[in-house]
């Protein structure tokens, strides 16, 4: 059985966002829902300071808290360990929002695919196109470009990382490169204490 | 390792930190006081054999509460499939717990009013238990909804569901004394007295469990206490001047102070529903995400 996992190579990450503008490329997603982004960190204290990245992106986990917190079943797990949403199906009371431990599901309004645009009060073409694959009133969220993984491509996100910071593959095949990292390396889940069991580990 | 996470980053995307919900401000506590305060009442008046308030209880919860998450969904006439995972969901088994409310709690009221048949029947006990066990789900499982997930530390506590039940009753109790008072039902026997003496316990019950809660808050996780700090913040004004001055406080010197059957007794009634409705406002407000770097755990 397959389970789709990536490792971030955090010593290898430059913050440089790239994996952040390929997403919004690929799936179009309106304009401030970032389906992963890098976050920054300044640590220590003069004069030794330095700041630290860490990249961010659903973890598909094995035991979702936002499948189960989803009353209406829109919130699915495939068989190949990605948790999905349905659009037709999602109400939009947003229980998966408060439900996931990482927040990294976004609500889209009606207005943000309509009026809160790039440029307000005029979509662009290319959000004419994108948007029409999002359904106003609905929780969105990564799908580790499902589309691409079923071709057999990567995510965009690991394909335009220039670092190569992050590593797509089976995480139940031993010999798969992010199987391999994580167990030479120690990787770790986060929060891993919640006993979500995400699909997601961090290289130090 | 030192950080300076200190304080919510909610409009920094791309800034390590602590996050705040951000979904559940307004609306969502609406429903949750008002799915309270008419499962309490409807509670209060089902063991008290109170008609009126039985009804008032009926339309608060299902009605009230029906209206507010209904002018809250993304997609509301998608609302039926709430109901669709009672296996793992909480918002599904409270759905399903509002539907037996209205059913049985109607069928209830209308045989003790005499609009239907079979009130000197043991189908009436029948229906009575059916309808309470239903009230008592939907006073409770709002906070079950928010205890469960693992995502908001301060929410992720078995104090919750109990919190979500004793200002149901809370809440009931006053509406209750009231009605009572002010004669809604006039032909009916309240316990005023008994109802009076509840109101003074909930008060000071619920006072202890707020301060349980957020003691156990405080030094339970560095998320958690965030939660607190933003309370006594950002959200003092109406967590300590309207849920425990106005909401318990005033609530308390007025029950002990009111002589029964007093008009008055509207101005307590305020108090109190208003200290309700802002305790489940500052709670849900004041929910914080943990960082999801671990290096973040160790930041205080």
């Known amino acids: 059985m397959t389970r789709w996992g990536m ?3 955090l010593k290898r990450c430059v913050g440089c966002n790239a994996c952040t503008v390929a997403c919004k490329q690929e799936n179009g997603t309106p304009r401030g829902v970032f389906f992963t982004r890098t976050v920054s960190e300044e640590v220590g204290k003069y004069p030794n300071v330095t700041r630290i990245y860490t990249p961010l992106i659903c973890n598909h986990c094995d035991d979702a808290p936002c499948e189960s917190a989803c009353p209406t079943g829109a919130t699915y797990r495939t068989d190949d360990g990605l948790v999905l949403v349905d659009d037709d199906k999602c109400m939009g009371c947003r229980a998966c929002y408060v439900a996931c431990p990482y927040k990294h599901r976004t609500y889209i309004s ?3 695919l309509t009026k809160d645009t790039w440029f307000p009060g005029h979509v662009t073409p290319f959000e004419k196109v994108k948007l029409q694959e999002f359904q106003g009133g609905t929780v969105v969220k990564c799908t580790f470009c499902e589309h691409r993984v079923a071709e057999g491509a990567e995510p965009a996100c690991v394909v335009t990382c220039p670092a190569v910071a992050r590593i797509f ?15 030479r390396r120690d990787g770790y889940q986060p929060l891993a204490e919640l006993g979500t069991d995400p699909s997601v580990f961090y290289l130090e | 390792m030192k950080t300076s996470l200190s304080y919510p ?7 390590m930190g602590f996050r705040t919900q951000t979904e559940w401000r307004w609306l969502i506590p609406l429903a949750f006081f008002l799915g309270g305060l008419g499962g309490g009442l409807f509670m209060i008046s089902l063991v008290t054999g ?5 009804l008032v209880g009926l339309l608060i919860a299902v009605v009230g509460k029906g ?3 209904f002018a809250y969904l993304g997609n509301p006439l998608r609302f039926w499939r709430a109901v669709m995972k009672p296996q793992t969901s909480w918002i599904s088994r409270g759905i399903i717990a509002m539907i037996g409310l209205a059913v049985f709690g109607t069928l209830w009221v209308a045989m003790k009013a005499g609009v239907i048949g079979g009130a000197d029947s043991g189908l009436l006990t029948v229906i009575a238990v059916l309808a309470g066990i239903s009230a008592a789900v939907v006073m409770a499982y709002d906070g079950f909804v928010i205890a469960t997930p693992p995502s908001i530390p301060l929410w992720h506590s078995a104090l919750m569901p109990i919190l979500a039940a004793t200002y149901s009753l809370l809440g009931g109790t006053t509406l209750a004394l009231v009605m009572a008072a002010n004669q809604v039902g006039e032909h009916e026997v309240v316990p005023t007295s008994t109802l009076h003496t509840m109101e003074l316990v909930l008060v000071g019950f619920n006072f202890a469990l707020l301060v349980v809660l957020l003691t156990v808050a405080w030094s339970a996780s560095a998320t958690a206490r965030e939660s607190v700090v933003l309370l006594l913040s950002k959200y003092s004004v109406p967590f300590v001047g309207g849920v425990i001055f106005v909401g318990l406080g005033l609530t308390t010197v007025l029950a002990l102070t ?15 529903l208003i200290g309700d409705l802002l305790m489940w406002f500052t709670i849900l407000n004041i929910g914080v995400f943990q960082p999801i770097n671990p290096r973040a755990r160790f930041a205080r």
Not at chain 1, 169 to 183: H, N, Q, T, Y
Not at chain 2, 50 to 54: E, F, L, N, V
């Open chain 1, 7 to 9: 490792a971030f190579d």
């Open chain 1, 110 to 112: 009606k207005e943000k």
């Open chain 1, 169 to 183: 593959g089976d995480l139940d095949d031993p010999d798969s490169e992010v199987r391999r990292e994580i167990a």
């Open chain 2, 9 to 15: 980053v909610d409009n920094e995307n791309f800034v």
């Open chain 2, 50 to 54: 109170y008609t009126a308030g039985a």
């Open chain 2, 67 to 69: 209206a507010a998450h």
């Open chain 2, 258 to 272: 009111i002589e029964e059957g007093s008009s008055a007794l509207l101005f307590l009634a305020a108090c109190g």
